[in-house]
């Protein structure tokens, strides 16, 4: 290895450590009241009813850094304008971090999600519902569907650029171990990032005996400009009743990378529809983006 690269291992460790740190600093400004912006746009409404045709309430999951709000600004009024009961909840907070979420253990992050499921069938009368998540609210809740009951409760889990594998930042999140005490301070900071870091001990387990469990319908939606979760092809789920999609398999034309998929990609939205309620599917194409 040159050894300028050398170089690189404490350095990138570092600046890993240093988004934890400064990320409470970041966040402390003040911010609109985002649980009134969900339920003016018509989303997180315990009233709503679903419908014959779409029977199931929608629940979205956050990614890393993230929040019940500001993820789904895009998804979650697109649902809701075809007629899906839709739910966004935060998890994953720690003390001290306004705003950025999804940072804590995250088989701690999935017992929120089941309390929020039950929350929302209850509310809704539904016997199931489906789960969307981006980045790390797609890969969180299979450990809810594995190991605390979720299968009973959920129709589908559609992960939009989730890290199902863990990720390897390029390389960068290897880089972590070179660097004497980094490990630790992320551990201490965030869990949820040590988590994800492929070969991780959640992973293992998570992974272990299969990727998926029975019952569970599961959508992928990945794109090949994806540098969060390197190689993007570790986002694919192998086992029964499973969908991977490449977006430029559907839009050659799609540029988006592992934010954008999430944030505001129509086309990828139309996919999740289509995972939502396949007997309705209609093809994906890059006119998908203005439908």
């Known amino acids: 290895m040159l050894p300028w690269k050398n170089l690189l291992r404490p350095l990138s460790a570092l600046l890993l450590a240093a988004v934890v740190a400064l990320v409470p600093a970041a966040t402390a400004t003040a911010a609109p009241d985002r649980a009134a912006t969900a ?3 018509g989303w ?21 850094f993230a929040n019940s709000v500001d993820n789904w600004l895009g998804l979650a009024p697109y649902l809701v304008a075809r007629d899906y009961c839709v739910y966004a909840l935060d998890y994953g907070q720690l003390p001290g971090v306004p705003l950025v979420h999804g940072l804590g253990p995250i088989d701690k992050s ?17 016997a199931k519902a489906d789960l969307v998540g981006h980045s790390q609210g797609g890969l969180m809740p299979r450990h809810y569907l594995k190991f605390l009951g979720g299968a009973a409760k959920v129709n589908a889990l559609v992960g939009i650029a989730p890290d199902n594998h863990g990720t390897t930042l390029n390389g960068l999140a290897k880089l972590v171990t070179a660097f004497p005490g980094a490990g630790e301070v992320l551990s201490s900071a965030a869990p949820a990032l040590t988590d994800q ?3 991780s001990a959640f992973l293992t387990r998570l992974n272990a005996g299969g990727d998926t469990v029975p019952g569970v319908r599961y959508t992928v939606i990945a794109t090949r400009y994806d540098e969060v979760v390197t190689p993007y092809r570790s986002q694919f789920l192998d086992g029964p009743n499973v969908r991977n999609v490449l977006i430029q398999d559907l839009c050659a034309l799609d540029l988006s990378e592992h934010a954008a998929i999430g944030l505001v990609d129509r086309i990828a939205f139309h996919e999740v529809a289509n995972a939502l309620d396949p007997s309705r599917a209609t093809p994906t194409t890059c006119l998908s983006a203005i439908s």
């Open 39 to 41: 339920t003016s746009s």
């Open 44 to 64: 997180n409404d315990y009233s709503c009813t679903p419908s014959a045709a779409h029977p199931r309430p929608v629940v979205l999951v956050h990614g890393t």
């Open 110 to 126: 999935a017992e929120q999600l089941k309390t929020f499921v039950d929350k929302v069938l209850a509310a809704t009368g539904a």
């Open 197 to 199: 870091v492929a070969g």
